[in-house]
């Protein structure tokens, strides 16, 4: 079983920055994809952003600009570095990655970012 575990999230004022971390348990030289979704109460999971194998990064509309998807291979981390937090940024993000070997999604459990002044 492949394991995600995600640090970093807390509160933060408007306009301020955090950076999420997503460790996993399998190398991740072997993705297809991984990516970083969010869950604002009351509303549906979104994509934010994600990064494929061969490097390319997606962002969505709401986070151009502000976010920005990275990975560390030699640690088997994928990072959110979040800059210019808005409140309507606040959710529970996840971790998910898709790896080339056995082409299944996997979830980490979540950490809450709150910004709020």
């Known amino acids: 079983q492949v394991q995600l575990v995600e640090s970093g999230g807390g509160l933060v004022q408007p306009g301020g920055s955090l950076r999420l971390s997503c460790q996993t348990s399998?190398?991740?030289?072997?993705?297809?994809?991984m990516g970083w979704y969010r869950q604002a109460p009351g509303k549906q999971r979104e994509l934010v952003a994600i990064?494929?194998?061969?490097?390319?990064?997606n962002y969505a509309d709401s986070v151009k600009g502000r976010f920005t998807i990275s990975r560390d291979n030699a640690k088997n981390t994928l990072f959110l570095q979040m800059n210019s937090l808005k409140p309507e940024d606040t959710a529970v993000y996840y971790c998910n990655a898709k790896f080339m070997v056995d082409f299944q999604n996997y979830w980490g459990q979540g950490t809450q970012v709150t910004v709020s002044s």
């Open positions: 399998r190398s991740i030289t072997t993705i297809y994809t």
């Open positions: 990064i494929t194998g061969g490097g390319g990064t």
